[in-house]
C-alpha cells in the first residue's frame, strides 16, 4: 500500500473512529432517564399558569373532594396553580434571617427525588418556565412533594428565626434563652452531618416499600413517602400532604434537638460527639413526643386537627377531642395517662405504641394553640391566615427553647457562661444533661426526656415569654389548668433556677443567680438568689402523683418474664438491632447456642427478662422506667486501693487491689452480710467523696491518668459506678454478698474467662471492668419502659384487660437482655439492682416533697429510684 | 518498508504519550482525610539544583483521624487499629441479626473519640438492614477500630408504623427467689 493510499485509509478510520465516540454521545442525552421526558408527558396536563409553577393539590383528596369513602385519588378540578421553584432542578438552599442578617446553606437543604430503591435516582428538570407534568405521573408527584416540603420548611426558617430574635432581643430578660445566640453563622437552623454544617434532606416521593408505609431516616437523611403498585395500587403516601408534613414534623425536631450541638469555637465550626435523639425504644415516652409534635407540625400548617385522612384512612389521627374520629368518646380531654394506649379508630383495644402516647402531646399543643389564638390580644383583628402564622411562631417559639435545652449535648443549656462564646476558660459547669461527656447517656437513658420532663420545661417556657410577655391574657394559672386538665401538671416546680454544677467544687450546686457577677452576654442581668417558682397545688386537680413506694415485685405473681428459647432471644436481639440499638455479644463465653428454653437462667445463656412490675397504689402509673445501667450503688473497701483486678496489675500492685462492697439500700443487704451501712444526706455539703451517700458526680469509672502512660495500670475512679449484680457467697456457714470480681477469683477466672473482656488476640481491653464478669446487663438492652400500669395490676394485666383477647403482647422495650457467663456454677444466686421510676411520680424528681429537682448527678445514684432487687438462681 | 517506518513512527508517539499522561497523574495531589501529598518521581528542577539526595518520597502514613470529645490533655488511645474492622463488625452484628438480607456498613470517618479523658480508635459507620419484609433501617454507629464491636449507636429510622416484635402469646414467667417483700 503506498503512503496516499493509506493516508485515504487513514483520514477514512478518523473519520469512523469519530462517530464511533461522537454519535453515542448525541443518542445517549435524549435516552437519559433522568431528562423531561418526551412533550407526551406534558400533553395531557393543563399549564399552570404561573411562571416556574404547576398546578397541585393544596390537601389530600379526601380533604379536596370532602368524601370520605374516596378510593381512588382524584384530582379532577382540584388543583391549584402554584409557585414551585425557579432553580432548574427540584432542589432549593435553605434561608435563615437573624437580625436582618441573611444566612443561606452551603449545599441543597432539600432535593426531592423518586425512588430511593433506584441506585443514584436523578433529580428531574423543569421544561423552559413549566413544572407542569401528566397528572398522576410520578414526575407530577415529585413538583407536589417539593411544593410542600419547601412550603412547610419556608414556614418553619421564619418560625425558628422569630424565636431566635425573640428570645435574645427581649427585655426584661429572667432565664437564659436556650436557641444560640449564633444559631444563623452555626448554621443550626438546618440538619448537620459529620463533614457538612449543612446536609442536604433527599425527599423520596415514589418510595417503594413492601410493606406501605413512610419513614424519616436521620442517618441518612431521607424522607420515604411509601409506594407498593402491588398492594395499593390507588395510594401514594405522597398524595397526602398531611403525612409529607408530619415526616418533615420529625426533621424539625432533630433540628430542635440539635440547635446547641453544632457551634464554634472561636476558630472553627464543631460538633459535639452524638446528635441528640428524641426517642430511644420502640416505646418509650420520648418517642411519643416526637410523635405528637410532628402531628402538630402538621397542624400548624393545614389549621386542620386531623392527621392522615387519605393515607391512613380509617386509621386517621385526631388532634382534637371534637374531631369525628373520636365520635363523641372522649368526654373532657384526651388525659394523661388514661388515653396513653388508646386509639380512635379501635377504643376497646389497648396498644402501648408511640403514635398512640402521642395524641396527648398533639391534643394539648393544639388546644393550647387555640387558646392563644382565641385569648391573647396580639391575634385580635387577624385574619385566619395571620394567626396562623402568629400561632406557628409561638409554637416553635416554646418548641425550640424546650429542646435547645433539653437535648443539649454540651450540657450547657444555654449560652450562659458558655466559655466559647464568652471567651471564659473552660469551666465544667453544666446546667442540663450532666456534663458534655455523659450527655448523651442521660439525655437517652439516665435521665431521659419523658412525659414530667418535657411539659415542665415547655410550662417554664411558657410563662416567661407568653404569660409574662406575648400573651398576658393567658395566665400562669391558665397554664397550669389547661396541663392538669390533660393531666400532665406533673411537676412541683418549674426549676427556673437553673440550678447547675460546676464540677470543679462537687458540694456546692450552682445556679444561674449565684454566679459570680450575675450577669450574662448582651448584659443581661438576671435577679439573684431567686427561688424556684412553684406550681400553684390548688391547680392541681386531674394530675395525679404516685410515691414510688408503692411500685415492686409480686409476692403472688411471676415476678419476671424470661426469654430463654433460642429462637426467642435471635427474634428479640434482631429486632433490636432493626430498631438501632444493635447489642454486642462476649466472645465464647455466652452466646444464644446455649439457650436451652426451659424459662429458667442457665450459664451460657442470652436471656431477655421483663420485669413483672405491680402498682400497689390506687392511681395508674405511667412512663414506667426500669434501668439496669451501671450506677453507684457501692463503695471500695479502702480508698487507696484502687488498681482493678486484673493480671498486669496482680504483678506490679498486688497489694493495693480494689475491692468493691455493696451499700445498704432499703436495708439489703444486713451489714452482717457485708453491706455498708451509711446515713443518706440530701445536703450535697455533707455528703463524702467515696462515700455511700455521694453520688458520682462525673459517672467516671477509670480514671484517666492510669491508662495514658505507656504501661498502662488501669484504676477505677474513687466513685467508679458499678454493675448491677452481685452474688451471694456461702462460706464458713456465713451469707455474705459480694462484687462479681471477688467471687471470680474465688472460683479462679482468669481476665479473658470474663465477659466483656474484649481479649480478642489483642488482650483484655484496658476498660475491662470484672465486676460484669459472670452476669452482664447488655449495652443497648439495658433499659425497659411500659406505658402505664393500671391501679393494683401489672403491666402485663393491665393490657391484657383492655383488649378483647385478652392477650398482652409484650414489646421489645420491655424487656432487659443479660449475658450468663458460662463457667458460672449452677446453683449459684445472684441479685440485680434495678433502679425504677415513672413520670407522674411523686417522689422521684425531688427529695421530701420540695420543689427543687435533683441534681443531674442524683441520677447516678439511688435517691430518685425504686430500687428493686431481682433475685435469681443460675440452674443447669 | 516506508510503511514500516510508519507504523514504528506512529507506535512511537503513542509510546511517549503514554509516558507523558503517567508522569502528569503522578503530579496530581493524593487526597487523604483533609491531607493532600504529592508524589514525585521526577524533579521538576535543573539537575545541578538537586541532589537525588534531597528528594525524598514521604512514606504513606495513616490517615489523620477526626478527634472527638474533649482534646485539650493528652491522650493515648486504648485500643489498636485492626485494618480487618470491618469484616469483624460485620461479623459481630450477624451473630444478632438474622434477616436473610445482609448488613451493608458505609465507612464515613475515622476517628478518636475521647470520653472521660479515655480515648479509643472507632470509626464512624452507618448501618443499613433489610428486613425480611422488605423495609429497609439505618443508624449511625461508633465502631470499635480494634474489636469490630458497636461503641454506641444513634439516629435510627422512624416509621410511621410499626410491629412489635412477636414474642410467645402465652408469656412465659417463673418465679424467681426473692431476697424481700418489695
Keep these: 500500500m503506498s503512503l496516499r493510499d493509506w493516508t485515504k485509509t487513514f483520514k477514512g478510520n478518523i473519520y469512523a473512529l469519530v462517530c464511533i465516540l461522537v454519535l453515542p454521545t448525541l443518542f445517549s442525552s435524549c435516552e437519559n432517564p433522568t431528562q423531561a421526558k418526551s412533550s407526551s408527558l406534558r400533553s395531557n396536563s393543563t399549564n399552570s399558569g404561573v411562571a416556574n409553577g404547576a398546578s397541585i393539590y393544596t390537601a389530600n383528596p379526601v380533604v379536596l373532594h370532602n368524601n370520605t369513602n374516596l378510593t381512588t385519588p382524584n384530582w379532577s378540578d382540584v388543583l391549584t396553580p402554584a409557585f414551585i421553584t425557579d432553580n432548574f432542578y427540584l432542589t432549593k438552599k435553605c434561608g435563615f434571617t437573624e437580625?436582618?442578617?441573611?444566612?443561606?446553606?452551603?449545599?441543597?437543604?432539600?432535593?426531592?427525588?423518586?425512588?430511593?430503591?433506584?441506585?443514584?435516582?436523578?433529580?428531574?428538570?423543569?421544561?423552559?418556565?413549566?413544572?407542569?407534568?401528566?397528572?398522576?405521573?410520578?414526575?407530577?408527584?415529585?413538583?407536589?412533594?417539593?411544593?410542600?416540603?419547601?412550603?412547610?420548611?419556608?414556614?418553619?426558617?421564619?418560625?425558628?428565626?422569630?424565636?431566635?430574635?425573640?428570645?435574645?432581643?427581649?427585655?426584661?430578660?429572667?432565664?437564659?434563652?436556650?436557641?444560640?445566640?449564633?444559631?444563623?453563622?452555626?448554621?443550626?437552623?438546618?440538619?448537620?452531618?459529620?463533614?457538612?454544617?449543612?446536609?442536604?434532606?433527599?425527599?423520596?416521593?415514589?418510595?417503594?416499600?413492601?410493606?406501605?408505609?413512610?419513614?424519616?431516616?436521620?442517618?441518612?437523611?431521607?424522607?420515604?413517602?411509601?409506594?407498593?403498585?402491588?398492594?395499593?395500587?390507588?395510594?401514594?403516601?405522597?398524595?397526602?400532604?398531611?403525612?409529607?408534613?408530619?415526616?418533615?414534623?420529625?426533621?424539625?425536631?432533630?433540628?430542635?434537638?440539635?440547635?446547641?450541638?453544632?457551634?464554634?469555637?472561636?476558630?472553627?465550626?464543631?460538633?459535639?460527639?452524638?446528635?441528640?435523639?428524641?426517642?430511644?425504644?420502640?416505646?418509650?415516652?420520648?418517642?411519643?413526643?416526637?410523635?405528637?409534635?410532628?402531628?402538630?407540625?402538621?397542624?400548624?400548617?393545614?389549621?386542620?386537627?386531623?392527621?392522615?385522612?387519605?393515607?391512613?384512612?380509617?386509621?386517621?389521627?385526631?388532634?382534637?377531642?371534637?374531631?369525628?374520629?373520636?365520635?363523641?368518646?372522649?368526654?373532657?380531654?384526651?388525659?394523661?395517662?388514661?388515653?396513653?394506649?388508646?386509639?380512635?379508630?379501635?377504643?376497646?383495644?389497648?396498644?402501648?405504641?408511640?403514635?398512640?402516647?402521642?395524641?396527648?402531646?398533639?391534643?394539648?399543643?393544639?388546644?393550647?394553640?387555640?387558646?392563644?389564638?382565641?385569648?391573647?390580644?396580639?391575634?385580635?383583628?387577624?385574619?385566619?391566615?395571620?394567626?396562623?402564622?402568629?400561632?406557628?411562631?409561638?409554637?416553635?417559639?416554646?418548641?425550640?427553647?424546650?429542646?435547645?435545652?433539653?437535648?443539649?449535648?454540651?450540657?450547657?443549656?444555654?449560652?450562659?457562661?458558655?466559655?466559647?462564646?464568652?471567651?471564659?476558660?473552660?469551666?465544667?459547669?453544666?446546667?442540663?444533661?450532666?456534663?458534655?461527656?455523659?450527655?448523651?447517656?442521660?439525655?437517652?437513658?439516665?435521665?431521659?426526656?419523658?412525659?414530667?420532663?418535657?411539659?415542665?420545661?415547655?410550662?417554664?417556657?411558657?410563662?416567661?415569654?407568653?404569660?409574662?410577655?406575648?400573651?398576658?391574657?393567658?395566665?400562669?394559672?391558665?397554664?397550669?389548668?389547661?396541663?392538669?386538665?390533660?393531666?400532665?401538671?406533673?411537676?412541683?416546680?418549674?426549676?427556673?433556677?437553673?440550678?447547675?454544677?460546676?464540677?470543679?467544687?462537687?458540694n456546692s450546686p450552682v445556679t444561674t443567680y449565684n454566679m459570680v457577677d450575675g450577669t450574662n452576654i448582651g448584659g443581661d442581668t438576671f435577679i439573684a438568689n431567686q427561688p424556684a417558682t412553684l406550681v400553684n397545688e390548688a391547680n392541681r386537680t386531674n394530675s395525679v402523683l404516685v410515691s414510688k413506694t408503692l411500685i415492686g415485685l409480686p409476692t403472688d405473681r411471676a415476678t419476671a418474664f424470661v426469654i430463654d428459647s433460642q429462637a426467642g432471644i435471635r427474634d428479640f436481639l434482631s429486632q433490636l438491632t432493626f430498631e438501632g440499638k444493635p447489642v454486642q455479644l462476649s466472645e465464647e463465653l455466652a452466646d444464644p447456642r446455649y439457650n436451652n428454653g426451659n424459662v429458667k437462667i442457665s450459664p451460657g445463656e442470652v436471656v431477655a427478662i421483663a420485669l413483672n412490675l405491680v402498682n400497689n397504689s390506687n392511681s395508674t402509673m405511667a412512663g414506667v422506667q426500669i434501668l439496669g445501667n451501671d450506677w453507684d450503688h457501692m463503695q471500695l473497701k479502702d480508698i487507696n486501693k484502687r488498681y482493678v483486678n486484673r493480671s498486669e496489675n496482680l504483678t506490679n500492685h498486688s497489694g493495693d487491689i480494689a475491692q468493691w462492697e455493696p451499700c445498704q439500700i432499703g436495708g439489703w443487704p444486713l451489714d452482717t452480710?457485708?453491706?455498708?451501712?451509711?446515713?443518706?444526706?440530701?445536703?450535697?455539703?455533707?455528703?463524702?467523696?467515696?462515700?455511700?451517700?455521694?453520688?458520682?458526680?462525673?459517672?467516671?469509672?477509670?480514671?484517666?491518668?492510669?491508662?495514658?502512660?505507656?504501661?498502662?495500670?488501669?484504676?477505677?475512679?474513687?466513685?467508679?459506678?458499678?454493675?448491677?449484680?452481685?452474688?451471694?457467697?456461702?462460706?464458713?456457714?456465713?451469707?455474705?454478698?459480694?462484687?462479681?470480681?471477688?467471687?471470680?477469683?474465688?472460683?479462679?477466672?482468669?481476665?479473658?474467662?470474663?465477659?466483656?473482656?474484649?481479649?480478642?488476640?489483642?488482650?483484655?481491653?484496658?476498660?475491662?471492668?470484672?465486676?460484669?464478669?459472670?452476669?452482664?446487663?447488655?449495652?443497648?438492652?439495658?433499659?425497659?419502659?411500659?406505658?402505664?400500669?393500671?391501679?393494683?395490676?401489672?403491666?402485663?394485666?393491665?393490657?391484657?384487660?383492655?383488649?378483647?383477647?385478652?392477650?398482652?403482647?409484650?414489646?421489645?422495650?420491655?424487656?432487659?437482655?443479660?449475658?450468663?457467663?458460662?463457667?458460672?456454677?449452677?446453683?449459684?444466686?445472684?441479685?440485680?439492682?434495678?433502679?425504677?421510676?415513672?413520670?407522674?411520680?411523686?417522689?422521684?424528681?425531688?427529695?421530701?416533697?420540695?420543689?427543687?429537682?435533683?441534681?443531674?448527678?442524683?441520677?447516678?445514684?439511688e435517691a430518685p429510684y425504686k430500687v428493686i432487687n431481682f433475685s435469681f438462681t443460675v440452674i443447669d | 518498508m516506508e510503511n514500516k517506518k510508519h507504523i514504528i513512527l506512529i507506535c512511537s508517539c503513542l509510546l511517549a504519550l503514554l509516558v507523558l499522561t503517567n508522569q502528569s497523574d503522578q503530579t496530581k495531589p493524593d487526597s487523604f482525610a483533609g491531607k493532600s501529598k504529592s508524589k514525585i518521581s521526577t524533579p521538576m528542577r535543573s539537575i545541578a539544583s538537586v541532589k537525588k539526595s534531597d528528594v525524598q518520597i514521604p512514606l504513606k502514613k495513616e490517615p489523620i483521624r477526626k478527634i472527638i470529645g474533649r482534646s485539650d490533655l493528652p491522650f493515648k488511645p486504648i485500643n489498636k487499629i485492626d485494618k480487618k474492622w470491618k469484616s469483624k463488625a460485620l461479623s459481630n452484628l450477624s451473630k444478632v441479626w438474622i434477616g436473610d438480607k445482609g448488613i451493608d456498613i458505609e465507612h464515613k470517618n475515622s476517628a478518636v473519640f475521647i470520653k472521660n479523658g479515655i480515648a479509643k480508635n472507632v470509626e464512624h459507620v452507618i448501618v443499613s438492614l433489610v428486613h425480611n419484609n422488605g423495609n429497609p433501617s439505618s443508624f449511625e454507629a461508633y465502631i470499635d477500630s480494634q474489636t469490630g464491636k458497636i461503641v454506641k449507636s444513634w439516629n435510627k429510622t422512624r416509621y410511621e408504623s410499626r410491629k412489635p416484635l412477636k414474642v410467645d402469646p402465652t408469656p412465659l414467667g417463673f418465679t424467681g427467689l426473692t431476697v424481700k417483700k418489695q
Design chain 1, 99 to 506: 437580625n436582618d442578617n441573611n444566612f443561606t446553606t452551603i449545599n441543597n437543604c432539600i432535593e426531592v427525588k423518586n425512588d430511593r430503591g433506584v441506585a443514584n435516582s436523578s433529580l428531574i428538570q423543569k421544561n423552559g418556565t413549566s413544572w407542569t407534568y401528566t397528572t398522576d405521573s410520578d414526575q407530577f408527584y415529585q413538583v407536589n412533594a417539593f411544593y410542600h416540603v419547601s412550603k412547610i420548611q419556608t414556614e418553619f426558617m421564619k418560625s425558628l428565626a422569630f424565636s431566635r430574635d425573640f428570645v435574645h432581643n427581649r427585655f426584661g430578660v429572667n432565664i437564659p434563652a436556650a436557641n444560640p445566640y449564633r444559631l444563623g453563622q452555626n448554621f443550626n437552623y438546618w440538619t448537620y452531618s459529620e463533614n457538612d454544617p449543612n446536609s442536604t434532606l433527599q425527599v423520596y416521593s415514589r418510595c417503594y416499600l413492601e410493606e406501605l408505609n413512610a419513614f424519616y431516616d436521620p442517618s441518612k437523611n431521607e424522607v420515604c413517602l411509601g409506594w407498593n403498585a402491588q398492594t395499593h395500587p390507588n395510594l401514594r403516601f405522597v398524595q397526602d400532604p398531611s403525612i409529607i408534613y408530619h415526616e418533615m414534623g420529625h426533621v424539625f425536631v432533630r433540628i430542635m434537638m440539635n440547635l446547641r450541638n453544632q457551634y464554634t469555637n472561636g476558630f472553627a465550626l464543631e460538633k459535639t460527639a452524638f446528635e441528640s435523639d428524641l426517642g430511644e425504644l420502640f416505646y418509650d415516652e420520648a418517642g411519643a413526643i416526637n410523635e405528637g409534635i410532628a402531628d402538630y407540625f402538621s397542624y400548624l400548617t393545614t389549621n386542620r386537627k386531623v392527621i392522615g385522612e387519605w393515607a391512613a384512612g380509617e386509621q386517621a389521627r385526631p388532634m382534637n377531642e371534637s374531631e369525628v374520629q373520636h365520635q363523641g368518646r372522649i368526654p373532657a380531654k384526651l388525659r394523661y395517662p388514661e388515653y396513653l394506649h388508646y386509639m380512635a379508630d379501635d377504643p376497646i383495644n389497648a396498644l402501648e405504641d408511640i403514635h398512640n402516647a402521642g395524641q396527648i402531646v398533639s391534643h394539648y399543643l393544639v388546644t393550647l394553640t387555640q387558646e392563644l389564638k382565641d385569648r391573647c390580644s396580639m391575634m385580635s383583628g387577624l385574619s385566619t391566615t395571620a394567626k396562623q402564622t402568629k400561632a406557628r411562631n409561638i409554637g416553635v417559639l416554646l418548641l425550640s427553647e424546650t429542646f435547645a435545652e433539653l437535648g443539649d449535648m454540651t450540657a450547657r443549656g444555654s449560652d450562659f457562661l458558655n466559655p466559647r462564646f464568652v471567651g471564659l476558660a473552660l469551666e465544667p459547669i453544666f446546667f442540663t444533661n450532666l456534663n458534655s461527656e455523659e450527655a448523651y447517656l442521660w439525655s437517652q437513658q439516665v435521665n431521659p426526656i419523658n412525659f414530667r420532663r418535657f411539659f415542665k420545661t415547655m410550662a417554664k417556657n411558657i410563662k416567661y415569654y407568653i404569660s409574662e410577655d406575648l400573651c398576658p391574657e393567658f395566665s400562669i394559672d391558665d397554664s397550669e389548668a389547661l396541663l392538669d386538665s390533660y393531666g400532665l401538671l406533673i411537676f412541683k416546680s418549674y426549676n427556673d433556677t437553673g440550678r447547675g454544677i460546676n464540677q470543679n467544687f462537687p
Design chain 1, 673 to 861: 452480710e457485708g453491706g455498708v451501712v451509711y446515713t443518706p444526706q440530701s445536703d450535697y455539703a455533707n455528703q463524702v467523696v467515696s462515700g455511700c451517700e455521694f453520688p458520682t458526680r462525673t459517672n467516671k469509672v477509670m480514671d484517666e491518668t492510669s491508662l495514658s502512660g505507656p504501661t498502662p495500670t488501669p484504676r477505677y475512679d474513687v466513685d467508679a459506678p458499678q454493675p448491677i449484680c452481685m452474688v451471694q457467697s456461702s462460706a464458713a456457714n456465713e451469707t455474705r454478698w459480694i462484687s462479681q470480681d471477688e467471687h471470680r477469683s474465688n472460683l479462679g477466672l482468669s481476665d479473658s474467662e470474663c465477659l466483656n473482656s474484649n481479649s480478642t488476640g489483642g488482650g483484655v481491653g484496658l476498660d475491662f471492668n470484672p465486676n460484669e464478669c459472670l452476669i452482664r446487663v447488655l449495652p443497648g438492652a439495658n433499659q425497659a419502659t411500659f406505658g402505664k400500669i393500671d391501679p393494683q395490676k401489672t403491666w402485663t394485666e393491665t393490657i391484657s384487660s383492655n383488649r378483647e383477647d385478652g392477650i398482652a403482647q409484650l414489646n421489645s422495650n420491655s424487656f432487659v437482655a443479660m449475658e450468663v457467663n458460662k463457667w458460672i456454677q449452677p446453683g449459684t444466686v445472684f441479685n440485680c439492682r434495678f433502679r425504677v421510676r415513672f413520670s407522674n411520680c411523686q417522689d422521684c424528681y425531688n427529695a421530701n416533697n420540695s420543689g427543687e429537682d435533683f441534681m443531674d448527678f442524683d441520677f447516678a445514684g
